[in-house]
């Protein structure tokens, strides 16, 4: 997809990203670990298997995992694999980097100090857009949103002359900060690079709540300095300052700023929920201009899903699917009334249908009718339905349901209380396949493991060592389930026999080793399959690039709907920095 995406198609894109991943979530949400124990080989279908277990490692990741134009079969590959595949790969966006300017994508040396070479690529991209955004919104401030240890905010100040806010939620790492901005101030001073438009950084220690209000965020910014730590808050323009004058300088610094009306939101992979508030803080905070934003640890975001169910019980915020299954899958009327809307939208008579009333939609706001399994509030579980939907046909559908009050949505305030989904489109969606293992999946790069698959890496056998020890701790004790997850961190575990790794496993649990009970669960046919067990891990990591996608795009969309210009580019090179997708907003 291009850097600027027209609204309907992101929706459209949306669309056929959830049909495909609600197909496949089973998969998606599965863990590795559990491959024996849920037995996962056999969930897949009996061509693929077939097919699959006669690949090399070089197939697997030439024709799996990397999108190459020309790969090579040595065999005839079932219709449905080459569709998962082809699939996976173009509802993917693409991470291949877009250079903005390559005359400077040099990070000047002097920045170079405390900074790892991950991060010095990211620092040498990231502000040539943060300082666009600011000229094209005529901003002289700049807000850093978990700041971390201030490398970005000091390039932004020192290089660019911006008066920045970072804000860190850990207190811990703002006396660190303040230090390197003493580093970099006396470096500065030194070589006589100080120049008269340099500007300034104030570090605040703050946790960004999701619900905080525009003037709950500009008191942060602009007047309150309660919020401001003694210790944490300086002005690095010039001097060194003694601590008795840091509050005044620190409240100077508010004062300069407070009646700024233009300021640019900013965050360099910020985790979980942090992005998505970024984001509801510039909805409803007009004095912020610009936005930019590079997300990750998707898997940390709260849910829609997880929100609806907590809350089912206690309050009417809007329908989960997952309850309304429970429900409702178990009866006859459900599935007849299933099988007889699918044959509809076979047929392309979807307005027809919903015109004719066929159900009764006066009736749904009966919390009764809710939990009547008879109720005719069936035809909400899309899920079932998506099988037969095509991307039009779905866009269409829940138009015509929103726009008749059909599908009560949780486009509320409530709204402020999950980081996923975002944008009125995707919340419109009643079923959400997408979960925490599945965005846990979205973390990966697929371009690794494949590099792992070429050169066979002594580290692509842990998964099945991780595998047979969730059949072997179950075995001494039922009780515990996934353990073996906790186990990745074994030192030197890629040199180590399964006998030796069981044993360090077991010592980090405080559990006796019984290499008796071992044998029992016949651990040398298992460790045999662990081509089966790196294939399918390799099926499921295809997804991740996907569901990615999904996430970003429904950030786009939210901001798309609040009608201003936006744009995502792959800023990064992947292969340094995976998260490498910018989301930029301008209003």
């Known amino acids: 997809m291009n850097t600027h995406i027209d609204y309907e198609l992101c929706c459209s894109y949306l669309t056929q990203a959830f049909i495909f991943i609600n197909e496949y979530q089973w998969m998606a949400n599965s863990y590795v670990a559990e491959f024996f124990t849920q037995d996962l080989w056999n969930k897949l279908p009996q061509s693929w298997r077939n097919c699959l277990d006669r690949i ?165 910014l602009f007047n309150s300095k309660s919020q401001i730590n003694e210790t944490s808050a300086r002005e690095i323009n010039g001097f060194v300052v003694s601590d008795s004058c840091i509050l005044n300088n620190s409240v100077s610094f508010f004062k300069k700023t407070e009646n700024v009306e233009h300021c640019v939101l900013i965050g360099l992979h910020t985790c979980g929920d942090l992005a998505s508030t970024m984001m509801k803080v510039f909805k409803s905070t007009q004095s912020i201009k610009g936005l930019v934003s590079v997300s990750c640890c998707y898997m940390r975001m709260s849910l829609k899903e997880d929100f609806i169910n907590k809350n089912f019980s206690k309050q009417k915020v809007g329908f989960s699917i997952t309850t309304v299954d429970q429900l409702l899958c178990r009866t006859d009327s459900f599935c007849r009334s299933c099988n007889s809307f699918k044959k509809m939208m076979a047929g392309n008579a979807l307005c027809e249908y919903l015109e004719k009333g066929v159900f009764d939609f006066s009736k749904m706001e009966s919390e009764e009718n809710i939990l009547n399994p008879g109720s005719t509030l069936c035809y909400i579980n899309l899920c079932r339905l998506f099988s037969v939907f095509t991307s039009k046909s779905l866009v269409s559908l829940l138009k015509i349901l929103l726009s008749k009050k059909y599908l009560k949505t ?28 599945s965005l846990e999946v979205a973390c990966h790069f697929i371009d690794d493991y494949a590099e792992k698959l070429l050169c066979n890496s002594p580290n692509l056998k842990l998964h099945c060592f991780r595998a047979v020890m969730e059949v072997f701790i179950r075995h001494v004790d039922p009780k515990l389930v996934l353990t073996s997850a906790r186990c990745k961190k074994i030192k030197g575990a890629s040199s180590m026999s399964f006998h030796e790794y069981a044993k360090k496993v077991f010592d980090n649990l405080n559990i006796s ?68 997708f910018v989301l930029v907003a301008t209003r």
């Open 56 to 220: 090399s490692l070089d197939e697997l990741a030439n024709n799996v995992l990397l999108n190459k134009k020309t790969v090579i079969y040595r065999s005839v590959w079932p219709l449905s694999l080459l569709s998962y595949i082809a699939a996976c790969h173009a509802l993917s966006l693409n991470h291949h980097q877009k250079i903005i300017n390559k005359n400077l994508c040099e990070l000047p040396e002097i920045f170079h100090k405390h900074i790892k070479p991950k991060k010095r690529h990211e620092l040498s991209l990231l502000p040539q857009v943060i300082n666009n955004v600011c000229k094209e919104t005529n901003s002289t401030t700049v807000v850093d949103v978990g700041s971390g240890l201030g490398h970005l905010s000091r390039i932004l100040a020192y290089q660019y002359g911006y008066n920045v806010t970072a804000i860190e939620m850990t207190g811990h790492r703002l006396p660190v900060a303040e230090k390197y901005d003493k580093e970099i101030e006396d470096d500065l001073k030194r070589k006589n690079k100080i120049s008269s438009n340099v500007g300034s950084v104030c570090h605040v220690e703050k946790c960004i709540d999701p619900d905080i209000s525009a003037i709950a965020f500009s008191s942060l």
């Open 410 to 437: 949780c486009i509320t305030d409530e709204s402020k209380k999950y980081g996923f989904p975002m944008s009125s489109f995707l919340k419109s969606i009643p079923c959400q396949p997408i979960t925490y293992k």
């Open 513 to 580: 080793f019984n290499s008796v009970l071992l044998k029992e669960i016949n651990h040398e046919e298992l460790l045999s399959q662990t081509k089966r067990v790196i294939i399918y891990y390799s099926l499921v990591l295809l997804l991740g690039p996907v569901i990615e996608s999904v996430v970003l795009l429904d950030k786009y969309a939210f901001l798309k709907e609040l009608g201003v210009n936006v744009s995502l580019t792959p800023l990064f090179n992947p292969k340094i920095s995976p998260r490498n």
